[in-house]
């Protein structure tokens, strides 16, 4: 079973959980770039959020992307699902380290993108269950925010669906 159908059973089990899929892209890295989040809301309405930077890099994006799918997220349990392996276990794992370490790394070099990953730690709590999805393996959810992160870095308009 696949991260998606996993969050995808969730939602149907239990109406109080919001499943979020998020992307970041970046035409060029750096270069402009774009971040979608799509929220399937416990009632099965979806909200999609996105937008654009002009110069960033891909990593920031999968942050961004995070980020605001949890602010647009509302009170209750989240499936937060992924395709950056950099964003899960950046949350999961890597970030308790970096705070031990005065947000160091290991090769005690400043932790890149520390910016976005203080927001996002903040935005972090017990109710968020982070999982991983294969980017371009035909998952709904991630198909559609890479569809929209790449519109945004590439300066198109992109429609939004919000039902």
């Known amino acids: 079973m696949s991260a998606s159908d996993s969050a995808q059973n969730n939602q149907v089990t239990d109406n109080q959980v919001t499943v979020i899929h998020s992307d970041g892209a970046c035409s060029g890295n ?6 979608a989040a799509r929220l399937r809301l416990a009632d099965g309405k979806i909200q999609e959020v996105g937008g654009a930077v002009e110069d960033t890099t891909n990593n920031r994006m999968e942050l ?9 997220a509302p009170a209750g349990d ?3 699902i992924t395709d950056s392996q950099y964003l899960r276990k950046g949350i999961t794992e890597w970030i308790h380290n970096w705070k031990r ?7 005690k070099k400043p932790v890149l993108n520390q910016d976005l990953w203080r ?3 903040d935005l972090n709590n017990p109710r968020i269950r982070w999982e991983y999805t294969k980017g371009h393996a035909g998952d709904p959810g991630n198909e559609r925010c890479d569809e929209i992160a790449h519109g945004f870095s590439q300066g198109h308009t992109v429609e939004l669906q919000s039902a």
């Open 119 to 121: 927001i996002l730690d």
């Open 30 to 35: 750096p270069g402009p770039g774009g971040w």
């Open 78 to 80: 989240i499936v937060m």
């Open 64 to 72: 961004q992307a995070a980020i605001e799918g949890l602010k647009a």
């Open 101 to 107: 370490r005065g947000w160091m790394t290991a090769a």
